[in-house]
């Protein structure tokens, strides 16, 4: 009798363990397997929060490879948005008037591979035809588009190809409305580093949000 009641108690404690490894190995699996979003930043705000120049990582891919970037914020309260750049491929000059993100490679009084960000008190429609009308002075092709922002949603994007001169450049322009105007961010690239700086440049916009000006 004594033997067969230590056998049942046995079995009764081995139950109760085994439920509780279930329950435990239940509640393990439950919790959702997130991305490392917070590191990236690719799938959350992105300006949320940031100051001008802080610095942190993200992956973009470049020629169909994942690649790690070094980006600094930009705040430029002057002109009125928000932005983050690769301070490797890039080196910041701001100006009272506009921001420039230019290749150090480059000669600084006559670029080839840099961004520019300036203000417009004019509305983005009226500045669209002046940026088509001055392109067309400099290219041969030029198309424009409505084109959708990560941060700061539609805008007016300008392509411009086939370079009169024969210097083998591109231009791309964005043209961003807001309340007060409009956001005018020119990138300009050669056509040798066209998959290089024009990827990045379009990776840098898609972090561009329009703040109120000063």
Known sequence: MR???IITELALLLTAILS???WNNATET???VLPNETETGTEIEINAGKQDGERFETVIMIEGMEETVQYE???SDAI???MDYDYNMLERYSEPERERFISPYDDLQDPWNYLEVTYSAENADTVSASVRE???????MIEQESYALDQAGECIKTDAFDAKDG???LQTVYIIPASDGCRVATAHYTLESAEGFGTRFDYLMQTF???PRN
């Open 209 to 211: 949000s329009v703040i």
């Open 3 to 5: 033997k067969k009641a």
């Open 134 to 140: 001055t392109l067309a002075g400099d290219y041969d």
């Open 80 to 82: 009125g948005f928000e």
């Open 20 to 22: 509780g490894c279930g």
């Open 167 to 169: 210097a083998g450049t």
């Open 73 to 75: 914020h930009v705040k």
């Open 30 to 32: 439950a919790a959702p």
